[in-house]
């Protein structure tokens, strides 16, 4: 495992994201496999791995429990621990703390050595001035009960700027890959923070899986680089080769994706590839530009829907469909949903997309902008409607 300074300390290239853990039915991010999820992080922990990330929304409110279950037995002096802030739960100042050590004890410590304020975008950081976090920030800091304090964020580049200005951030976190160098903070974004003094820690590098899917094309490039590794190495790469970034999380829910991804890391440096390797890395993009149709990262934040729809779901199935140029594949896991009100009282919060009210909650949740409803009404023409997929794009 490589380290590179954070606060002074040596941090691994490669954190452990816990927001896609296994579970014990695939499709169903509430039940985590919890066994198994601890037996994964305590195993990166032994690989190295000494950034470990959480956040009170995950996994249906369970990731932090699990993780603090996973750093008994001496783990949590291993590592610094992050979790972040449920902004959106806030009705007044002093709601800071009251999640904070509800968080604490969910994760039985005492202290937290990063605490983000959760995904900061325009109308979230006013809700951080309005209820004046930066003042409750300090104290839970005097307090000892935070080490370091920073933001996790999705919005444009502006608001990203007008945000990093405005306080003295200790650390910052950021959607950053391949794919998005001109897209949420941007790489200027990220430039921007480094000179700043402000580290930075990269989430989505691989856009929510979506960068190790293979293609054809994919392969023609991964065959012919110079370089030979991985799809989910080379979007990893691509991310260590800055500088500015600390940290890359990585929501590894598997032994096998740990151990290549601590591998990839050992392989890691900063400005180390090659003009080659940017040339495959620049083909990979074009590739998977052409086949993504909607940017959703099954992140969960546009959830629960107000009328049941299990939005990230279905707007899998529909890439799926665009993405295989048929709906086939994919019908009878859309048909697994609830199809209509009376069946969601047996599948609470797992409804198709034809049951969705276009009420407009989810717009301002999604970190990704994305028209949530009109999506929902692609999925439903293809797999109601029967809509060739082929035909929407």
Same mark, same amino acid.
């Given at each position: 495992?490589?380290?590179?300074?954070?606060?002074?300390?040596?941090?691994?290239?490669?954190?452990?994201?816990?927001?896609?853990?296994?579970?014990?039915?695939?499709?169903?991010?509430?039940?985590?496999?919890?066994?198994?999820?601890?037996?994964?992080?305590?195993?990166?922990?032994?690989?190295?791995?000494?950034?470990?990330?959480?956040?009170?929304?995950?996994?249906?409110?369970?990731?932090?429990?699990?993780?603090?279950?996973?750093?008994?037995?001496?783990?949590?002096?291993?590592?610094?621990?992050?979790?972040?802030?449920?902004?959106?739960?806030?009705?007044?100042?002093?709601?800071?703390?009251?999640?904070?050590?509800?968080?604490?004890?969910?994760?039985?410590?005492?202290?937290?050595?990063?605490?983000?304020?959760?995904?900061?975008?325009?109308?979230?950081?006013?809700?951080?001035?309005?209820?004046?976090?930066?003042?409750?920030?300090?104290?839970?800091?005097?307090?000892?009960?935070?080490?370091?304090?920073?933001?996790?964020?999705?919005?444009?580049?502006?608001?990203?700027?007008?945000?990093?200005?405005?306080?003295?951030?200790?650390?910052?976190?950021?959607?950053? &890959?391949?794919?998005?160098?001109?897209?949420? @903070? #941007?790489?200027? $974004? =990220? +430039?921007?923070?480094?000179? *700043?003094? !402000?580290?930075?820690?990269?989430?989505?590098?691989?856009?929510?899986?979506?960068?190790?899917?293979?293609?054809?094309?994919?392969?023609?490039?991964?065959?012919?680089?110079?370089?030979?590794?991985?799809?989910?190495?080379?979007?990893?790469?691509?991310?260590?080769?800055?500088?500015?970034?600390?940290?890359?999380?990585?929501?590894?829910?598997?032994?096998?994706?740990?151990?290549?991804?601590?591998?990839?890391?050992?392989?890691?440096?900063? &400005?180390?590839?090659?003009?080659?390797?940017? @040339? #495959?890395?620049? $083909? =990979? +993009?074009?590739?998977?530009? *052409?086949? !993504?149709?909607?940017?959703?990262?099954?992140?969960?934040?546009?959830?629960?829907?107000?009328?049941?729809?299990?939005?990230?779901?279905?707007?899998?199935?529909?890439?799926?469909?665009?993405?295989?140029?048929?709906?086939?594949?994919?019908?009878?896991?859309?048909?697994?949903?609830?199809?209509?009100?009376?069946?969601?009282?047996?599948?609470?919060?797992?409804?198709?997309?034809?049951?969705?009210?276009?009420?407009?909650?989810?717009?301002?949740?999604?970190?990704?902008?994305?028209?949530?409803?009109?999506?929902?009404?692609?999925?439903?023409?293809?797999?109601?409607?029967?809509?060739?997929?082929?035909?929407?794009?």
């Amino acid at each position: 495992m490589k380290y590179r300074k954070l606060f002074d300390e040596d941090t691994s290239i490669l954190g452990f994201g816990c927001m896609r853990l296994p579970t014990i039915k695939e499709g169903d991010t509430t039940k985590i496999n919890q066994p198994e999820a601890i037996k994964q992080i305590r195993h990166g922990i032994d690989q190295g791995i000494n950034y470990i990330d959480t956040a009170w929304p995950y996994h249906n409110q369970e990731s932090e429990v699990v993780v603090g279950k996973a750093l008994q037995d001496g783990y949590r002096e291993k590592v610094k621990l992050v979790t972040k802030a449920p902004v959106w739960e806030y009705k007044v100042p002093e709601d800071f703390e009251k999640y904070l050590k509800l968080q604490l004890e969910k994760l039985q410590t005492d202290h937290l050595d990063i605490y983000l304020l959760h995904a900061l975008s325009k109308m979230r950081f006013s809700r951080v001035q309005e209820l004046k976090l930066f003042e409750q920030a300090e104290k839970a800091k005097k307090a000892g009960l935070i080490k370091h304090f920073g933001f996790s964020f999705h919005g444009n580049y502006e608001t990203f700027i007008e945000i990093i200005d405005a306080y003295d951030w200790d650390v910052t976190q950021i959607q950053f &890959n391949y794919m998005d160098v001109n897209s949420q @903070a #941007t790489e200027k $974004g =990220l +430039k921007y923070a480094g000179k *700043k003094g !402000i580290p930075v820690i990269v989430m989505e590098p691989l856009l929510g899986g979506k960068l190790v899917r293979q293609t054809d094309e994919g392969l023609k490039f991964l065959n012919e680089a110079k370089t030979q590794q991985s799809l989910a190495a080379w979007a990893l790469q691509f991310v260590w080769n800055y500088s500015e970034v600390k940290v890359v999380l990585s929501g590894m829910n598997t032994m096998e994706m740990i151990d290549e991804n601590c591998a990839s890391a050992d392989r890691a440096g900063i &400005n180390s590839l090659s003009d080659e390797d940017l @040339a #495959t890395i620049a $083909g =990979l +993009k074009a590739s998977f530009e *052409k086949l !993504i149709y909607i940017p959703c990262t099954r992140c969960e934040y546009c959830m629960p829907c107000p009328s049941g729809v299990n939005i990230p779901m279905n707007l899998r199935v529909l890439n799926e469909a665009v993405w295989t140029g048929s709906a086939a594949s994919m019908q009878s896991w859309f048909d697994g949903f609830a199809q209509t009100e009376e069946a969601l009282a047996e599948k609470p919060n797992n409804g198709a997309a034809q049951l969705c009210i276009e009420c407009g909650q989810c717009l301002d949740k999604c970190p990704q902008s994305i028209n949530i409803p009109e999506g929902l009404k692609k999925a439903a023409s293809v797999f109601v409607d029967g809509v060739d997929p082929k035909s929407i794009v």
